[in-house]
Every structure is written in C-alpha cells, then in structure tokens.
Nanobody, 116 residues
C-alpha cells in the first residue's frame, strides 16, 4: 500500500517562505508523476505544481508561478515545494498526489496559513 506523508506546513506572515515535503513509501513501484494540490476554505481543490518522475519536467499554476519551485529526490521518493513571497490567498490545505503504475494516491494534507 502506497502512503504519502506531507510535512512543512504552518503559520507564516505574508512575504514569508515555507518548504513543504511529501514522502512516498510502500512496495517498490513505478512513479510517473508527483504533484501538489491545495484546497482553500470554500473553494475547490486546485493543482499547484507537478513534476515528472523521469526527466523532471515541471508545471505550475499561474497563481504560484515565479514564487514557487517543485523538486524531487528520486532516491527518497520525495518531492518538495518551496514557496516564497507567500500571500494570504495561499492559505489552504496542501495535498500531495502520486500518479504511478498502480493508480493515483493522495496524502492527508498539511495546513498552510498566511497572515496579512
């Protein structure tokens, strides 16, 4: 069973930075892509950033492009999301998603709160 554990969330002032981590564990399997999503209060879940496991091609939502960087550590089956110049509208629960040969898996989420 694949498990994803996110960490790194917290409370930060506007303009600050956070680094989220997501570690995948379980039986050996092929990963195609990992990604970060978020759900803000009263809103639908939205994609934030994704990274291909082979090649490392990245994609970003317009809302975070230029302020965030997604990266991966293949050996640790871990991805990171460095978020800079955080804004109150970045407040949300951030979820990690893994898409692999056996399907898609989600983490439990980590709360990010940005105060103005």
């Amino acid at each position: 069973q694949v498990q994803l554990v996110e960490s790194g969330g917290g409370l930060v002032q506007a303009g600050g930075s956070l680094r989220l981590s997501c570690a995948a564990s379980g039986p050996p399997f092929t990963i195609f892509e990992m990604a970060w999503y978020r759900r803000a209060p009263g809103k639908e879940r939205e994609a934030v950033a994704s990274i291909a496991w082979n090649g490392g091609i990245t994609n970003y939502a317009d809302a975070v492009r230029g302020r965030s960087a997604i990266s991966r550590d293949n050996a640790k089956n871990t991805i990171y999301l460095q978020m800079n110049n955080l804004k109150p509208e970045d407040t949300a629960i951030y979820y990690c998603k893994l898409r692999g040969i056996y399907g898609a898996y989600w983490g439990q989420g980590t709360q990010v709160t940005v105060s103005s």
